[in-house]
């Protein structure tokens, strides 16, 4: 029978990397008391140290508003034609 690989949430994640950060106990200890393999616990440290500075930009690409022109221009067409087939079915 295959095993399913274990997904692991973002929450997760930061917590275990914050915990590698901290260098309280070893990367070892963090492994078997979180059941996973040491390297991925590096993998996510190494994630969160390369991404930090991104979190205190002003500017951030989060903050921006996303362009909504074509969300629109679909809404309008298909305001056009659920208007058009009432007043076809209408009759």
């Known amino acids: 029978m295959k ?3 274990r997904k692991f949430s ?3 994640k930061s917590k ?3 915990e590698a950060l901290k260098e309280r106990s070893t990367i070892q200890e963090l492994a ?3 059941e996973v393999h040491p390297n991925q616990i590096s993998t996510w440290k190494r994630e969160l140290l390369e991404k930090a500075d991104s979190l205190f930009e002003k500017n951030s690409s989060k903050t ?3 362009d909504n022109s074509k969300l629109y221009n679909k809404i309008g067409k298909m ?3 659920i208007d058009f087939l009432k007043d ?3 009759k």
Request: hydrophobic share 40%; no cysteine; charged share 35%.
């Open 3 to 5: 095993k399913s690989r």
């Open 10 to 12: 973002s929450k997760f």
């Open 16 to 18: 275990v990397a914050i």
């Open 32 to 34: 078997a008391k979180y």
């Open 64 to 66: 921006e508003e996303p």
């Open 79 to 81: 305001q056009v034609e």
């Open 88 to 90: 076809v079915l209408g």
